[in-house]
C-alpha cells in the first residue's frame, strides 16, 4: 500500500499525517492516542481496503507543532483540530478512526456534527475520565500546581534507541517490543546526549477541567451515524465494571477481542482482528 507523508496547515497550527491508500478511496480520518503517534495505525491501515485514511499525528505528537503556550490540549481542542484538518483536506462527509483518545475525540466530533460523519469506528476509546462539579474546584488546583511544577521537569534522555524503545514498552500502557519500535519511527528524535520523545511535555499535566457524567452520555447518545467500537478484553474499557451496563446498551455493533489496550499495533494477529472488524463497516454505503 503506498503511504505519503504531509503536512496540514490549520489557522493555528501545523500537523503532520501519514496518508494510506489511494484516490478515491472512502475518507477516514484515524486519531491515536495518549502520547501516540500517527504510527499507531502501521498495521491496521494497510489492511483496511477502499479507504484513504489520513492519520494524524495529534497537536503535540509526533512531528506535528506543539501548540502556543496560551493554549493547552483540551479534548475539544483535539475535536476542532480533527474538524479542520477535514476541512482542509476537502472532505464533506468523511468517517473516523479512533483508538483511545482518538476514540473519544472521534465521540466527541460525531455527536457535535453529524451532518458530517459517516461512520465510527472505534479502539478501545469511547469516554473521557469524568468529574463531577464539586471536584471542579480540586482538580483546578491541581493544574495550576503542575503547570508551575513544570518548569522544573525535563524530558528523558535515552543513551540509545533501544533504551527510549525498552522504556515505552514499559510506560504507563505497556506495548509489545514491535509496537514500541513502530512508535519510536515518529515519537523519538537524537538530541545532545541521546534520543528524547517528541512529544510536549504537557500533554502530561492533569486537565484543569473534566466533562461530567452527564456531558459524557450526551456526547454519545447525539452521535447519529453507525458505530463500531472494538473492545480489547485486557484493554482499559473492559477493565472498569461500572462501564458494563453502560456499554450493554449503546445502539453500537460491539466486538470483543482478545489482546491489550494497543491490540490493533501490537502483533499481526490482533491488527488482523480489528480489521475483519471494520473492513465491511467503513466500506459500507450509507
Not at 476537502?90 to 453529524?114: D, Q, T, Y
Request: proline letters at 6%; aromatic letters at 8%.
Amino acid at each position: 500500500m503506498k503511504i505519503q507523508d504531509i503536512r496540514i496547515q490549520l489557522p493555528h497550527t501545523e500537523l503532520a499525517a501519514q496518508v494510506y491508500g489511494e484516490e478515491g478511496g472512502k475518507p477516514v480520518l484515524a486519531l491515536h492516542g495518549w502520547l501516540d503517534n500517527a504510527m499507531s495505525f502501521a498495521r491496521l491501515a494497510p489492511k483496511l481496503k477502499g479507504l484513504k485514511i489520513v492519520a494524524l499525528d495529534m497537536a503535540g505528537h509526533g512531528y506535528s507543532a506543539h501548540r502556543s503556550l496560551d493554549s493547552g490540549y483540551q479534548l475539544w481542542d483535539y475535536a476542532m483540530d480533527a474538524f479542520l484538518a477535514a476541512n482542509y483536506l476537502g472532505w464533506g462527509k468523511f468517517s473516523l478512526l479512533g483508538h483511545s483518545l482518538g476514540g473519544i475525540v472521534s465521540v466527541l466530533l460525531a455527536g457535535a456534527m453529524p451532518d458530517r460523519i459517516s461512520r465510527v469506528a472505534l479502539i478501545d476509546g469511547l469516554v473521557p475520565y469524568t468529574g463531577e462539579a464539586h471536584e471542579a474546584p480540586e482538580k483546578l488546583k491541581e493544574a495550576l500546581q503542575a503547570q508551575l511544577a513544570l518548569v522544573h521537569k525535563q524530558k528523558p534522555v535515552y543513551p540509545t534507541l533501544e533504551h527510549g524503545i525498552r522504556a515505552r514498552m514499559q510506560g504507563l500502557i505497556k506495548v509489545s517490543r514491535e509496537a514500541a519500535e513502530l512508535l519510536a519511527e515518529r515519537g523519538l528524535s537524537p538530541i545532545k546526549g541521546g534520543y528524547t520523545w517528541n512529544t510536549d511535555p504537557r500533554l502530561t499535566l492533569p486537565s484543569p477541567l473534566r466533562f461530567t457524567k452527564a456531558h459524557a452520555v450526551a456526547f454519545v447518545m447525539a452521535v447519529k451515524c453507525p458505530v463500531s467500537l472494538v473492545l480489547a478484553e485486557q484493554g482499559i474499557l473492559l477493565s472498569e465494571r461500572a462501564a458494563q451496563p453502560f456499554l450493554d446498551k449503546l445502539p453500537f455493533e460491539l466486538h470483543t477481542l482478545p489482546g491489550g489496550h494497543h491490540l490493533h499495533l501490537d502483533d499481526e494477529q490482533g491488527a488482523q482482528a480489528v480489521a475483519e472488524c471494520f473492513n465491511d463497516f467503513l466500506n459500507q454505503t450509507e
